[in-house]
């Protein structure tokens, strides 16, 4: 007899070679199901996760479920269980027990990644791994106007990074936002979207930044989308300033879907 625990994490992944477990490598996935295997006296308990951050990318609110053997645990003491065996650059927030169909990756309806740029001229050493560093003019409201045309049913082959195993590259975009934090000289960009490919988000904030310094026309999204051509946007953005912001596995709320007012 098992039960299926749904929890909800945040974690600094600096120091972590992404969430996916690799051999020899701190991993988020590994970490947990270290922890796990004590609470069960060496019992392997598999932990699925809402997707598979890479080396270097936080998460607010990634969520995982594993089925764990035995006597059932309250959640609330499950929580506590956890936490009590988590580094410290690792926290959960939340956590439920849920039916044996819920699925952290499989029953997602859409994902929520932040992004955060330091426009500082140089890089601030408190910021370097929790920021991308872009220290260039640029106009916000041209970004903006330019991320708009991200919203909406697309294939994005063109913003999939090549190590990506998927071959379905159609993706929905929900919600997109850029703004600017002035007491953190920060650039902040938020996507909503059904899922993203490899590297995603990351090479769309490369490219928005391009446009936000001039260095594309405005609506050059509009081409790269339709070239289908990964040679269209070269650069990446860094995976310090990448955030796994919130999943979501009920509809997504009316205010975040942008793409039914195109």
């Known amino acids: 007899m098992t039960t299926r625990y749904k929890m909800t994490m945040a974690y600094d992944g600096h120091l972590f ?9 701190r991993t988020i ?23 598979r951050t890479d080396a270097g990318v936080h998460a607010v609110g990634q969520v995982i479920h594993f089925d764990y053997p035995g006597k059932t645990i309250p959640a609330n003491r ?21 039916d044996e169909n819920f699925h952290a990756r499989y029953s997602i309806k859409g994902k929520w990644y932040r992004y955060r740029v330091s426009l500082d001229h140089f890089v601030n050493p408190f910021k370097r791994f ?3 560093h872009f220290p260039y003019p640029l106009d916000i409201e041209k970004m903006q106007v330019a991320a708009q045309d ?13 190590g990506g195993q998927i071959e379905d590259k159609v993706r929905t975009i929900y919600y997109v936002n850029i703004a600017k934090d002035e007491k ?17 988000v990351r090479i769309m904030v490369a490219a928005l930044l ?23 946007v070269r650069q990446t953005a860094h995976a310090s300033g990448l955030y796994l912001y919130h999943v979501f596995y009920d509809e997504i709320p009316q205010k975040y879907r942008l793409d039914q007012h195109l």
Request: hydrophobic content about 40%; overall charge negative; charged content about 25%.
């Open 150 to 162: 991200l919203l909406g049913k697309h294939d994005f082959t063109s913003f999939a990074a090549s």
């Open 29 to 51: 996935q590994g970490t947990i199901e270290d922890a796990l295997k004590k609470m069960t006296k060496g019992q392997r308990v598999i932990v699925q996760g809402s997707g």
């Open 210 to 232: 391009e446009i936000g310094n001039d260095r594309r026309p405005i609506h050059d999204l509009q081409r790269v989308i339709a070239a289908k051509d990964r040679q269209e």
């Open 78 to 98: 499950m929580i506590l269980a956890m936490n009590s065996m988590m580094p410290t650059d690792i926290i959960f927030d939340d956590c439920q027990i849920v």
């Open 130 to 132: 929790y920021t991308g």
């Open 17 to 25: 070679h992404g969430f996916q477990l690799q051999p020899d490598q």
């Open 184 to 200: 953190e000289n920060e650039v902040i960009f938020d996507f909503i979207g059904s899922g993203f490919l490899y590297n995603m």
